[in-house]
């Protein structure tokens, strides 16, 4: 009995944080963030000694970390219709001329070789800054497709947006975080 | 024919991955008359890997903790 206790003891303090660190990419304030997580470890500790012998902890307290979190999400969006003024800036204005093609000196350069700088931290504290710059709405569906891999469908539920809302806040955060990126790391060269 | 402003939505709103053969022809085309874009379209698929390591870093344990 006192093993399985210093067990979970021993995992919680080594997987807090990256629980801390997911819940903080879809919630905030980080208080909110934190008591999603405690939601999760509670659980943890509930779970029955057998059961917990017989399951990944880690799956297991991660799924019950993505419904807290997405419990959260349903509570802030329901009643929320409106994404088109989610952006307080045209990015497409930036980007394309008023034949909707490339402004020169805009279009991202091909980057060369990403595998070899996808390793080190300072690179993912630049993902980080530019995930983190996301303007909120498009932040928040990003998020929940790309780190929670919800499907469009449930996001679209979750949140209470329309397909088309759906498609604009991806393509506006990934436009963005492309930008980003090969200003913040790719050295900037564009076509 | 598409725009570049259209393609560039077609790829970075997923629509891209539920297009009909129609969608995924004009798309084609346009990759293969604009340059800008091919690139744009390497990169995009870069992000892709990219986020995903980013993830897998997210969640990954803390050192410190480590047995």
Same mark, same amino acid.
């Given at each position: 009995?006192?093993?399985?206790?210093?067990?979970?003891?021993?995992?919680?303090?080594?997987?807090?944080?990256?629980? =801390? %660190?997911?819940?903080?990419?879809?919630?905030?304030?980080?208080? !909110? &963030?934190?008591?999603?997580?405690? #939601? *999760?470890? $509670?659980?943890?500790?509930?779970?029955?000694?057998?059961?917990?012998?017989?399951?990944?902890?880690?799956?297991?307290?991660?799924?019950?970390?993505?419904?807290?979190?997405?419990?959260? =999400? %349903?509570?802030?969006?329901?009643?929320?219709?409106?994404?088109? !003024? &989610?952006?307080?800036?045209?990015? #497409? *204005?930036? $980007?394309?001329?008023?034949?909707?093609?490339?402004?020169?000196?805009?279009?991202?350069?091909?980057?060369?070789?990403?595998?070899?700088?996808?390793?080190?931290?300072?690179?993912?504290?630049?993902?980080?800054?530019?995930?983190?710059?996301?303007?909120?709405?498009? &932040?928040?569906?990003?998020?929940?497709?790309?780190? $929670?891999?919800?499907?469009?469908?449930?996001?679209?539920?979750?949140?209470?947006?329309?397909?088309?809302?759906?498609?604009?806040?991806?393509?506006?955060?990934?436009?963005?975080?492309?930008?980003?990126?090969?200003?913040?790391?790719?050295?900037?060269?564009?076509? | 024919?598409?725009?570049?402003?259209?393609?560039?939505?077609?790829?970075?709103?997923?629509?891209?991955?539920?297009?009909?053969?129609?969608?995924?022809?004009?798309?084609?085309?346009?990759?293969?008359?604009?340059?800008?874009?091919?690139?744009?379209?390497?990169?995009?698929?870069?992000?892709?890997?990219?986020?995903?390591?980013?993830?897998?870093?997210?969640?990954?344990?803390?050192?410190?903790?480590?047995?």
């Amino acid at each position: 009995m006192n093993q399985v206790i210093d067990d979970r003891a021993q995992w919680i303090c080594r997987w807090r944080g990256p629980m =801390l %660190r997911f819940a903080c990419l879809h919630v905030s304030p980080r208080e !909110e &963030a934190e008591d999603a997580v405690q #939601d *999760a470890l $509670l659980a943890l500790l509930e779970m029955d000694i057998d059961k917990l012998q017989s399951t990944d902890p880690k799956r297991y307290v991660f799924g019950i970390l993505k419904n807290k979190v997405m419990d959260r =999400l %349903r509570k802030r969006y329901s009643g929320e219709v409106s994404y088109c !003024e &989610a952006f307080s800036d045209d990015l #497409d *204005a930036y $980007l394309f001329n008023e034949r909707s093609h490339w402004l020169d000196g805009v279009a991202p350069a091909g980057w060369h070789r990403p595998d070899e700088q996808m390793q080190t931290d300072q690179f993912f504290a630049v993902v980080d800054l530019c995930v983190h710059h996301l303007p909120t709405k498009p &932040a928040q569906v990003f998020s929940m497709k790309e780190f $929670l891999e919800c499907d469009a469908d449930e996001i679209c539920t979750t949140l209470g947006l329309s397909k088309t809302d759906y498609w604009q806040c991806m393509s506006r955060a990934r436009k963005q975080i492309q930008l980003c990126l090969n200003q913040k790391w790719f050295g900037g060269a564009c076509l | 024919m598409m725009t570049c402003k259209q393609y560039i939505f077609h790829l970075t709103s997923g629509q891209a991955q539920e297009a009909g053969a129609l969608d995924r022809f004009w798309a084609a085309q346009h990759r293969l008359v604009c340059h800008r874009c091919r690139a744009y379209t390497r990169n995009d698929q870069q992000l892709s890997v990219l986020l995903q390591r980013y993830r897998d870093q997210v969640l990954s344990p803390d050192e410190a903790a480590k047995d």
